[in-house]
């Protein structure tokens, strides 16, 4: 496992005896979602090594306050959110009516995987109130489209016990989901305390994670220990949860998979596509570094670029905060570009003539990934092409884009290798040669037909992980 709130996670059930239906793309069999029946529970007590680890590591965050606060600060000047709600941060806050499922979502990603989640928890109990936690401006921003009459939205306390147990008191949860990668050890060694159940949902853990957290376990294995259940993506992102300390893991799929992209953005990048009469090419939630290279192999490509049809480049990054460094780099390429913020936010709003005939957009607004994959014929893959992990290949699948993938992918392992398998993904060494590539397959309409029929397949053959997730997390909520 990982360090606190990286990408650690613990993994699938114990490894006899599992039975059920198939694991979604892999056909390996999957624990029944319920009824819930753990491994080890309650976990046994902590050795004094592990309360020594613990803490040191709540000394050393208690000591970190002054320079936590300070980080918030520079960061809301660029990002306001960040400088609201601060009592939040320590605990504070009113109190709310008790028995909330509580989904904590760190960040942008995890909040767009938890849609699909609560939407399933809401069908299937219906009145569910839900509390949302985030540790991210962006996050957060997104999470308040999924609330209702109800719900409460929050930051996640910063993870000593005092903060903790402060949030505690004034929530109550009936349960708690943790999405994805997130470990926090006073979090839920606190939840444990006050009869919280802790869930890991969507959860992975790659191996490197894995190997990392061997560096830190006398502080992470007993919070993988404090985990009521894990629900994984795959069977070997369950194995490697056994392995770091989860008592009961069950494989239930990629929820990326059961999230339908927008389809009014989706429909209204279609027609911009269809306006511009050229192709466009997308770098798709692009990582530091990324844009440099892609830039460079743009420039040097200017042959093959014209032999395609001379496509659009358009870049989206994946931190909003960088808009305008990536923005300067293409100014200072000499290609000519053209922002989305400057189109106007209306439904009706579109390109003016000036972008038309640009070189480069720069994809600069939130929330309109749909609008992006709509314009794309085919796109590459972000954080893929360093070792970043990868960014979500789902969403281009689900949007029906060929996708070329870099060499890391493995936030993402099992979805890439089963798009591999699909044919709706190439994977390529580097940026130029995924570059080559894309451009050779926008010369030959017919293979990017079928490379886009296989990615819609691909996303459609793999949903139903909401369903499998929801059930065992309302049976630990209680009635």
């Given at each position: 496992?990982?360090?606190?709130?990286?990408?650690?996670?613990?993994?699938?059930?114990?490894?006899?005896?599992?039975?059920?239906?198939?694991?979604?793309?892999?056909?390996?069999?999957?624990?029944?979602?319920?009824?819930?029946?753990?491994?080890?529970?309650?976990?046994?007590?902590?050795?004094?090594?592990?309360?020594?680890?613990?803490?040191?590591?709540?000394?050393?965050?208690?000591?970190?306050?002054?320079?936590?606060?300070?980080?918030?600060?520079?960061?809301?000047?660029?990002?306001?959110?960040?400088?609201?709600?601060?009592?939040?941060?320590?605990?504070?806050?009113?109190?709310?009516?008790?028995?909330?499922?509580?989904?904590?979502?760190?960040?942008?990603?995890?909040?767009?995987?938890?849609?699909?989640?609560?939407?399933?928890?809401?069908?299937?109990?219906?009145?569910?109130?839900?509390?949302?936690?985030?540790?991210?401006?962006?996050?957060?921003?997104?999470?308040?489209a999924?609330?209702?009459?109800?719900?409460?939205?929050?930051?996640?306390?910063?993870?000593?016990?005092?903060?903790v147990?402060?949030?505690?008191?004034?929530?109550?949860?009936?349960v708690?989901?943790?999405?994805?990668?997130?470990?926090?050890?006073?979090?839920?060694?606190?939840?444990?305390?006050?009869?919280?159940?802790?869930?890991?949902?969507?959860?992975?853990?790659?191996?490197?994670?894995?190997?990392?957290?061997?560096?830190?376990?006398a502080?992470?294995?007993?919070?993988a220990?404090?985990?009521?259940?894990?629900?994984?993506?795959?069977?070997?992102?369950?194995?490697?949860?056994?392995?770091?300390?989860?008592?009961?893991?069950?494989?239930?799929?990629?929820?990326?998979?059961?999230?339908?992209?927008?389809?009014?953005?989706?429909?209204?990048g279609?027609?911009?596509?269809?306006?511009?009469?050229?192709?466009?090419?997308?770098?798709?939630?692009?990582?530091?570094?990324?844009?440099?290279?892609?830039?460079?192999?743009?420039?040097?490509?200017?042959?093959?670029?014209?032999?395609?049809?001379?496509?659009?480049?358009?870049?989206?990054?994946?931190?909003?905060?960088?808009?305008?460094?990536?923005?300067?780099?293409?100014?200072?390429?000499?290609?000519?570009?053209?922002?989305?913020?400057?189109?106007?936010?209306?439904e009706?709003?579109?390109?003016?003539?000036?972008?038309?005939?640009?070189?480069?957009?720069?994809?600069?607004?939130?929330?309109?990934?749909?609008?992006?994959?709509?314009?794309?014929?085919?796109?590459?893959?972000?954080g893929?092409?360093?070792?970043?992990?990868?960014?979500?290949l789902?969403?281009?699948?689900?949007?029906?884009?060929?996708?070329?993938?870099?060499?890391?992918?493995?936030?993402?392992?099992?979805?890439?290798?089963?798009?591999?398998?699909?044919?709706?993904?190439?994977?390529?060494?580097?940026?130029?040669?995924?570059?080559?590539?894309?451009?050779?397959?926008?010369?030959?309409?017919?293979?990017?037909?079928?490379?886009?029929?296989?990615?819609?397949?691909?996303?459609?053959?793999?949903?139903?992980?909401?369903?499998?997730?929801?059930?065992?997390?309302?049976?630990?909520?209680?009635?």
């Amino acid at each position: 496992m990982a360090t606190p709130g990286g990408e650690a996670r613990p993994d699938d059930a114990a490894g006899s005896g599992r039975s059920g239906a198939p694991d979604p793309g892999t056909g390996r069999a999957v624990a029944p979602a319920v009824p819930v029946t753990a491994g080890a529970w309650p976990p046994p007590s902590d050795s004094f090594q592990e309360r020594f680890a613990r803490g040191f590591f709540s000394t050393v965050l208690r000591l970190g306050t002054p320079a936590y606060l300070l980080r918030l600060f520079l960061r809301g000047r660029v990002e306001p959110l960040y400088q609201a709600h601060l009592g939040e941060r320590f605990g504070f806050g009113p109190a709310i009516v008790p028995g909330a499922v509580w989904v904590h979502a760190v960040s942008l990603g995890e909040t767009r995987a938890a849609v699909a989640l609560i939407d399933q928890l809401r069908r299937d109990r219906p009145g569910m109130r839900l509390l949302l936690t985030h540790t991210t401006a962006t996050g957060r921003e997104a999470g308040r489209a999924l609330l209702r009459e109800g719900d409460e939205q929050r930051w996640l306390p910063f993870d000593t016990p005092g903060a903790v147990r402060r949030f505690l008191r004034r929530t109550k949860p009936a349960v708690g989901v943790l999405m994805e990668t997130e470990i926090w050890p006073n979090v839920q060694h606190e939840a444990l305390k006050a009869g919280v159940p802790m869930v890991l949902a969507n959860a992975r853990l790659s191996a490197r994670s894995l190997r990392r957290g061997e560096k830190f376990k006398a502080l992470l294995a007993p919070a993988a220990r404090t985990l009521r259940l894990a629900l994984a993506q795959s069977g070997e992102d369950a194995d490697r949860l056994r392995q770091a300390g989860v008592p009961d893991v069950r494989v239930c799929g990629n929820l990326k998979f059961d999230l339908q992209p927008d389809e009014v953005l989706l429909a209204r990048g279609r027609a911009w596509r269809a306006d511009l009469d050229r192709p466009v090419l997308m770098l798709a939630v692009s990582r530091e570094g990324e844009e440099a290279a892609m830039l460079a192999a743009w420039k040097a490509a200017e042959a093959q670029r014209r032999a395609a049809g001379s496509p659009l480049l358009l870049i989206v990054p994946r931190h909003p905060q960088r808009f305008d460094e990536i923005a300067a780099m293409v100014a200072e390429t000499g290609l000519t570009l053209a922002r989305r913020s400057a189109f106007g936010g209306h439904e009706h709003a579109a390109p003016p003539l000036s972008a038309r005939v640009a070189d480069v957009w720069l994809g600069d607004s939130m929330r309109e990934m749909a609008l992006y994959y709509g314009l794309a014929d085919a796109a590459l893959l972000g954080g893929s092409f360093e070792p970043l992990g990868g960014q979500n290949l789902i969403e281009a699948a689900a949007c029906g884009v060929p996708l070329f993938m870099g060499p890391h992918t493995f936030n993402f392992a099992e979805a890439a290798e089963l798009s591999l398998a699909a044919g709706a993904s190439k994977r390529v060494d580097a940026l130029p040669t995924a570059v080559h590539e894309a451009l050779a397959l926008l010369t030959r309409p017919a293979d990017r037909s079928a490379m886009a029929r296989a990615a819609a397949d691909f996303a459609t053959a793999h949903r139903g992980a909401a369903a499998r997730m929801a059930a065992p997390i309302l049976a630990l909520a209680g009635a």
